[in-house]
Nanobody, 116 residues
Framework: VQLVESGGGFVQAEGSLRLSCKASGFITSVFNPATMAWYRQAPGNQRELVASISGGRTVNYADSVKGRFTISRDNAKKTVYLQMNNLQSEDTGVYYC????????WGQGTQVTVSS
C-alpha cells in the first residue's frame, strides 16, 4: 500500500495547480473512513499541515490557504485532491499526502514552485 502524489510543477504567481494523491492498494473499508491530508515543507522550514478532509468530509485548512485552496476526495477512485488557486511564492515547497489509516502513511512528495 502506498500514497502516490502527482500534479506538482512550476507556476507563475496567481496561477493554479491541482495535486492528486492516489491511495494505491487500499481497500474501500480502509480508505473511506480515513482522514486524508496535505502537508508542505519549504526549505529550512518544518512540515506544516495545509488541509485535511475526514471520512465524513469535514475539512480543515491552514489560515494561510483559506479561500485559495480546496481539498476534496473521490472515494470511488481512492484519491484526494488539492486545488490550489492564486498561488503565491510562499506556497513553494514539497507537498506531501498523508493518511491516518494503517497507523499513518506518507507519500513521497511532489514539488510545487511558484515564481513571482
Amino acid at each position: 500500500v502506498q500514497l502516490v502524489e502527482s500534479g506538482g510543477g512550476f507556476v507563475q504567481a496567481e496561477g493554479s495547480l491541482r495535486l492528486s494523491c492516489k491511495a494505491s492498494g487500499f481497500i474501500t473499508s480502509v480508505f473511506n473512513p480515513a482522514t486524508m491530508a496535505w502537508y508542505r515543507q519549504a526549505p529550512g522550514n518544518q512540515r506544516e499541515l495545509v488541509a485535511s478532509i475526514s471520512g465524513g468530509r469535514t475539512v480543515n485548512y491552514a489560515d494561510s490557504v483559506k479561500g485559495r485552496f480546496t481539498i476534496s476526495r473521490d472515494n470511488a477512485k481512492k484519491t484526494v485532491y488539492l486545488q490550489m488557486n492564486n498561488l503565491q511564492s510562499e506556497d513553494t515547497g514539497v507537498y506531501y499526502c498523508y493518511t491516518d489509516a494503517r497507523n499513518g502513511l506518507w507519500g513521497q512528495g511532489t514539488q510545487v514552485t511558484v515564481s513571482s
